[in-house]
């Protein structure tokens, strides 16, 4: 499949995750308890996402009391979240690999009245306002306009018989409370709203 695929243009995974899991650590003590929702077991996505959490969290000396799969879905995140909260009680943070898990878990955690903060993947418009409201406590944003950028820039060089890289990271960012309004004003204008 693929065979004549000159390169891979968008999100490193694992840094991204990595990079999420650092911040998550600049902001709880070592020792504060966490748990990670992912997407459906075997997703290489969500496997790589997945690993840059643990690297993070582990390395700032957070706990990791369960990894769920909640298979990127609001509902069953929201299911999921109400089962960990009912069966640990104190969950200092949730990290997810996807934002709409992030919105199931956030859902139950305002359900239970718990303190727990939601961290999400993908920086999605509704994620990142309710990161701006303060609702969650962020989300690691991929940048897909670059990688529409980054993708027509390697095509023309690819065409004019240039060397291209086999795999190019058009980075992530981590999107807080106190960036999230200019990320989404950004991404509106982007998209042209």
Not at 39 to 61: C, F, I, P, V, Y
Not at 90 to 100: G, H, K, R
Not at 120 to 146: C, K, L, R, S
């Amino acid at each position: 499949m693929f065979e004549k695929k000159l390169t891979f243009i968008g999100t490193g995974n694992t840094p991204a995750a990595k990079l999420g899991g650092e911040y998550v650590c600049s902001q709880f003590p070592a020792g504060s308890k966490a748990v990670i929702l992912r997407g459906r077991l075997g997703d290489t996505n969500h496997d790589e996402r997945q690993a840059g959490w643990e690297e993070a969290l582990k390395a700032g000396g957070i706990e990791i009391l369960e990894v769920q799969a909640a298979d990127s879905q609001a509902e069953k995140a929201l299911n999921v979240t109400q089962d960990l909260l009912a069966k640990y009680g104190d969950i200092d943070v949730i990290c997810t690999t996807a934002d709409s898990m992030a919105q199931g878990a956030q859902s139950a955690v305002d359900a239970a009245g718990a303190k727990t903060k939601v961290m999400g993947f993908d920086g999605t418009i509704p994620v990142a306002e309710g990161t701006a409201e303060g609702t969650y406590m962020g989300t690691v944003a991929q940048d897909p306009y670059n990688m529409g950028v980054v993708g027509v820039q390697e095509a023309v060089k690819a065409a004019q018989g240039e060397t291209i890289e086999n795999r190019i990271d058009t980075g992530a960012i981590v999107v807080t409370k106190d960036t999230a309004a200019d990320f989404v004003a950004d991404i509106k204008s982007k998209v042209g709203e």
